[in-house]
């Protein structure tokens, strides 16, 4: 099984800062099967990056994703009130087929 | 747009089978070549990949589940459904429904809103 892990756990910034939050895997993953999510309270998760890179229908362009092998980072650049929530990375591959990390919670600092 | 929708009983004893619907709507479920998934969250916790059904009926299961995991599609209905046998408190979660689309990436892009189940007696 691959394992996500993801840092911080917790990432306290102020609106207009910019945000770095990694996603580092157990196993070199394809970056074809790497995607990440956002999830807000009583939410489902809504789908950001796919491809590690590519970024879903609607999404804005201060949502950017990038990384290969075992290192993959999702960068915010500049946090807009709505963008605090949890991430998750997300891969795709080996048994089980889907694994999610644990989560990086962005709070209000 | 095609929508997403858990349904089911709320509350379910331990040793009983849960039994979760998804309802597609907006969208035949039988066209697209879609992958469709169950995914849960235990409260506060992360996410957990259940398993997934293609419409022909083929399915991939999550091996710490798959003894008790069956996924199954109706598509005169447009739905498709999970059951999960012998619960425990452990099983207590918000349960979604997710749609992953064909192509050579892999990913989930439309979610249902989940739907919690608790295992009590």
């Known amino acids: 099984e691959i394992v996500l892990t993801q840092s911080p756990g917790t990432l306290s910034l102020s609106p207009g800062e910019r945000a770095t939050l990694s996603c580092r895997a157990s196993?070199?993953?394809?970056?074809?099967?790497l995607a990440w999510y956002q999830q807000k309270p009583g939410q489902a998760p809504r789908l950001l990056i796919y491809?590690?890179?590519s970024r879903a229908t609607g999404i804005p362009d201060r949502f950017s994703g990038s990384g290969s092998g075992t290192d993959f980072t999702l960068t915010i650049s500049r946090l807009e009130p709505e963008d605090f929530a949890v991430y998750y990375c997300?891969?795709?591959?080996?048994?089980?087929?889907?694994?999610f990390g644990q989560g990086t919670k962005l709070e209000i600092k | 747009q095609v929508q997403l929708q858990e349904s089911g009983p709320g509350l379910v004893k331990p040793s009983q089978t849960l039994s979760l619907t998804c309802t597609v709507s907006?969208?035949?479920?039988?066209?697209?070549?879609?992958?469709w998934n169950w995914i849960r969250q235990p409260a506060g916790k992360g996410l957990e990949w259940i398993g997934r059904?293609?419409?022909?009926?083929?399915?991939d299961y999550n091996p710490s589940l798959k003894s008790r995991v069956t996924i199954s599609v109706d598509t005169s209905k447009n739905q498709f459904s999970l059951k999960l046998s012998s619960v425990t408190a452990a099983d207590t979660a918000v349960y979604y429904c997710?749609?992953?689309?064909?192509?050579?990436?892999?990913?989930?892009?439309?979610w249902g809103k989940g739907t919690t189940v608790t295992v009590s007696s």
């Open positions: 997710a749609r992953e689309p064909p192509g050579y990436h892999y990913y989930m892009d439309v």
């Open positions: 907006g969208g035949s479920i039988s066209s697209g070549y879609y992958y």
């Open positions: 059904i293609y419409t022909s009926g083929s399915t």
């Open positions: 196993q070199s993953v394809s970056s074809n099967y």
């Open positions: 491809g590690a890179s």
């Open positions: 997300q891969q795709y591959g080996s048994s089980p087929l889907y694994t």
